[in-house]
């Protein structure tokens, strides 16, 4: 980027930070974070690894204004310390760079997809803290409200599907993730009341990887979440084990656009929208 | 026939384990009788796990482990190298970054297949390998040297587009750690006439293989054209791992472990080494297929096979070293030297420094900030708390690197030897990773205890499989090259299951100085000058070892010692720059190949000289990691291997 427009950026970041007043200048490393003060109307002044952020997240998008502070594990220090943020949101997986950044700034923990915690009441908290640290409480217990009340009204109009779903994400041709409990799908289906078909085990981030022959035998609705990696869709065409399925030789696979796996309330909403739309849509 | 006898023998130990495992995984597929049924009737959905997922997946584990078999003892006859592998030549790393760049700058290429792109990116880089080698006639040393530049330069490129791209490239994890899930019978059908054709022409050339257990010289005077003959030879080889790693992934081991482990089970004949390899390659990826599969019903998690074949097959091999005799080994080709030894060097060496020092200078005055390049001035010069450290850790790894691969090079005379081969790198890097993956929040203090103690017991078990052989050189690269290969099945295990701390992962190891702070980094940089000095009385058995084992003797080294004290400072030199900037920094193999390369043949010289490059390497490396795509950064080993690996080939490309 040229000098001049960086230059630019950093006044404008500055001016908003003057005129919205409330909100603190704040870096994110994570992008549930992130996502999450885009949503509270605050969006932070720097983030890790902006670029993908548009690629994986998107949803809700992220202004032009943030400044991209490079890799996630490895945040650029000099910037940091020059940008003289207030403070720094992580999430666990980086706790380890928690020393060498409280030296810029206070570096504040907030959790998600913690083990063994409910997912959905540890959102709900992410939320809140989050709203805390930025100044914006209200906001917060607006979108939560507004989350949830969107949430209902979709699982009140749902056209329910006659077998449990099947959530896969393909990551090659012969291997998916299969998703279940502690991850942000299950909890998508908890909310509209929908059931699970894997009854399998899941790791810490709510998501089992197995070959596709793990899929056999089970009396599921599949739902596949894009992206597809390139081609897989050619593979899968000639793959004799795929096309014995339930539903993908009749066409009855249910394919979503991508959603943030590891998202909170915004993607949480944006997956039960097309969910749902999607299962209208199989239904008719 | 007692030749025979031995490794028949294993080979048959290994089918009946095999035959056993296979009971077991089909159990709960409705037992053996069902399966035999399946293989004879109609293809139906009433067989569709045996007769799409089991039978094929066995059939792909048979061909596959032969294959890989035969592309290693062809590989190891060619090269003269017991360590070369159907992957010396680059064909995994070619076919890696070639898949990693189609899916992500021209995914309508993996549209067309995913298996001929692979398969292509496998033939360029041994076309990379074999370009280099032949202006020399394609002389061993060269192809080895050749193969471990472009395997590091595609791997540490491969490296730099996954710590970006990791989200994307998650399934390539996947096929990196070599999964045999089959979904069908294509896999088979492509493999199965590829193999066959390239097992035929192996057989073919078994005489004029043969010839090459004599010197270059005889064999010539035989009537053998060397260049066409490895030519030929490392094509079918290179043409046979392509085809394994194109459709299951990288496989680590077989192609390694079977070919030495029926040599040291007594088989010496070129013919009797090729068939029994072939069994025994077979026999180990089915058995190790089987077992995972028994083993991933019961986990509920994917086990991806090429990575269990290298975690079994290391402390197999570990537990064969000692055990076996080498007798039917010839010694390895004496390390030539590769270039003019320079009679004056101090100017060169002087000119070395000035350069460390002036990197040094602009490492710390120059750089970029959020108002774009500036020199430090007197209101920024608070920036010098983030860069000093780097900036030290960097000369002090640098240096410690250079030091130890220069120590291992001379000790063992094999080009291929580097601080990472000794696995003193991997055995900390593992335990760092347990710490890591294992320990709920693993604070600094935590994660260099770990560290340390991972290179302690890499060195405990290095000595205790090595003290009976007198540290032969030979069986010390061994042991390490098969530590080495259960980090990296560790490791491809870990990244291909998908948990996001795997970026943690790969960003340390690609050898960042991101982690240091600066009491850390001047401690670094403090032991690595002392270690320097403590060289100085060592110069006399770096000078003569290279010599060999009788001209030492006779020269008055007791080889025992020397051998032990070398590698037990090379030890604590490796394990000290692996805690400070992972395992994969190749400057320990780079910088004394460089510095020959540059006329420093003479132990002190080379010594210094290696020590300087290393030092500068990685200064350079560090700073131009930090400034190329700000605002992020390149680690400093993924840097160093991609410039001081252009710089190689370049050398290499003049010889």
Redesign the interface.
């Known amino acids: 980027m040229p000098?001049f427009a960086?230059?630019f950026l950093?006044l404008f970041a500055l001016l908003l930070s003057t005129i919205t007043q409330a909100s603190p200048r704040l870096a994110s490393l994570d992008w549930t974070l992130g996502e999450t003060l885009v949503a509270l109307g605050a969006p932070p002044l720097a983030m890790a690894q902006v670029d993908?952020y548009h690629?994986?997240v998107g949803e809700p998008q992220m202004p032009d204004s943030v400044?991209?502070?490079?890799?996630?594990?490895?945040?650029?220090?000099?910037?940091l310390?020059?940008?003289a943020p207030e403070r720094i949101l992580i999430s666990?997986?980086f706790?380890?760079l928690t020393?060498?950044l409280s030296?810029i700034a206070p570096v504040e923990l907030v959790q998600l997809y913690t083990p063994g915690t409910d997912t959905w009441t540890q959102m709900l908290e992410l939320t809140r803290e989050v709203g805390r640290l930025a100044g914006r409480d209200q906001a917060a217990e607006q979108l939560i409200s507004s989350t949830q009340a969107r949430i209902d009204s979709l699982a009140g109009q749902l056209s329910r599907p006659q077998r449990p779903l099947l959530i896969i994400q393909?990551?090659?041709?012969?291997?998916v993730?299969v998703f279940g409990p502690n991850g942000l799908y299950q909890v998508v289906l908890d909310q509209l009341g929908l059931d699970n078909a894997w009854t399998?085990?899941t790791?810490a981030?709510g998501?089992?990887?197995?070959?596709?022959?793990a899929l056999?035998g089970l009396d599921a609705q599949l739902v596949v979440v894009e992206p597809k990696?390139?081609?897989v869709?050619?593979?899968l065409a000639?793959?004799?084990?795929?096309q014995?399925l339930p539903g993908v030789a009749d066409n009855q696979v249910i394919t979503l656009p991508p959603v943030w796996s590891?998202g909170a309330l915004p993607s949480c909403q944006r997956f039960a929208e097309l969910l749902s739309a999607a299962l209208e849509q199989a239904h008719d | 026939m007692t030749e025979q006898r031995r490794p028949a023998l294993l080979c048959l130990l290994f089918a009946l384990l095999a035959a056993t495992l296979a009971l077991t995984s089909l159990q709960p597929l409705g037992g053996a009788g069902r399966a035999w049924q399946a293989l004879f009737s109609q293809l139906s959905s009433d067989y569709l796990l045996l007769q799409y997922s089991w039978w094929p997946r066995l059939s792909v584990a048979l061909l596959a482990g032969a294959a890989l078999a035969i592309a290693g003892v062809l590989m190891q006859q060619l090269l003269r190298n017991p360590l070369a592998s159907p992957t010396t030549l680059g064909v995994s790393s070619g076919a890696n970054l070639a898949l990693m760049a189609a899916s992500l700058l021209a995914p309508g290429l993996l549209d067309l297949g995913r298996e001929w792109v692979a398969l292509a990116g496998g033939a360029l880089a041994m076309g990379l390998v074999m370009l280099l080698g032949w202006r020399r006639a394609l002389a061993p040393l060269v192809v080895v040297l050749a193969g471990l530049v472009v395997n590091l330069y595609l791997g540490a490129l491969g490296m730099a587009l996954l710590l970006f791209n990791q989200e994307s490239l998650s399934g390539l994890l996947i096929w990196g750690a070599g999964s045999m899930a089959q979904n069908g019978w294509d896999s088979a059908g492509f493999l199965a006439p590829r193999v066959l054709v390239g097992a035929l022409l192996a057989w073919l050339l078994i005489r004029p293989l043969a010839m090459l257990d004599l010197e270059d010289a005889s064999a010539r005077s035989l009537g053998v054209s060397l260049k066409y003959l490895r030519l030929a030879g490392l094509g079918i080889a290179v043409f046979l791992a392509g085809c394994v790693v194109s459709v299951v992934g990288i496989i680590g081991f077989i192609g390694l472990a079977a070919p030495n482990i029926v040599r040291l089970a007594g088989a010496r004949r070129l013919s009797h080494r090729l068939l029994w390899s072939t069994l025994l390659g077979a026999l180990l990826l089915a058995g190790t297929d089987l077992l995972v599969q028994s083993l991933g019903q019961r986990a509920a998690m994917l086990i991806p096979t090429g990575a269990v074949t290298a975690a079994l097959g290391a402390p197999l091999l570990l537990w064969l070293i000692p055990r076996l005799r080498l007798t039917g080994q010839r010694a390895p080709s004496p390390a030539q030297s590769l270039s003019e030894r320079r009679h004056n060097p101090q100017r060169l060496l002087a000119g070395l420094g000035l350069g460390v020092l002036a990197m040094l200078l602009v490492a710390l005055w120059f750089g970029q900030g959020p108002q774009g390049w500036y020199w430090l001035t007197s209101e920024s010069w608070s920036v010098l708390e983030w860069r000093l450290p780097r900036v030290l850790a960097a000369m002090g790894c640098g240096l410690m690197l250079a030091l130890a691969g220069t120590l291992v090079q001379r000790l063992s005379a094999n080009p291929m030897a580097s601080p990472e081969l000794l696995g003193i790198s991997g055995g900390s890097a593992m335990a760092l990773m347990a710490a890591v993956f294992l320990l709920p929040a693993p604070g600094n203090l935590m994660l260099m205890l770990a560290g340390t103690l991972g290179a302690l017991l890499t060195l405990a078990l290095l000595i205790m499989v090595n003290r009976r052989s007198g540290w032969l050189p030979e069986r010390l690269l061994l042991t390490g090259v098969a530590i080495t290969a259960l980090f990296e099945a560790l490791r491809a295990v870990v990244l291909a299951g998908g948990d996001p701390r795997g970026q943690q992962l790969i960003a340390w190891m690609s050898g960042s100085t991101y982690y240091v702070d600066t009491p850390a980094a001047a401690g670094v940089l403090l032991a690595a000058l002392l270690a320097a000095l403590a060289c100085l009385p060592l110069l006399r058995w770096l000078d003569i070892l290279p010599l060999g084992a009788e001209t030492s003797r006779a020269l008055g080294i007791r080889l025992e010692r020397a051998r032990l004290g070398l590698l037990l400072l090379t030890s604590i030199l490796t394990a000290g720059a692996t805690l400070v900037i992972g395992p994969l920094s190749f400057v320990g193999l780079l910088a004394p190949h460089m510095a020959r390369l540059l006329g420093l043949t003479r132990a002190g010289p080379h010594l210094l000289g290696a020590g300087l490059i290393g030092m500068l390497l990685m200064l350079l490396a560090d700073w131009v990691g930090r400034q190329w795509l700000f605002p992020n950064e390149i680690p400093a080993g993924l840097m160093a291997s991609l410039i001081g690996g252009a710089y190689l080939m370049w050398g290499l490309r003049r010889l």
């Open positions: 000098l960086l230059r950093l993908d690629a994986w400044i991209d502070l490079g890799l996630r594990t490895q945040p650029n220090q000099e910037l310390a020059a940008l666990q997986m706790t380890n020393p060498r030296r393909f990551m090659d041709a012969r291997h993730r399998g085990g790791n981030w998501f089992a990887l197995v070959s596709i022959d056999v990696p390139a081609g869709e050619r593979e000639s793959s004799a084990l795929w014995h590891f």
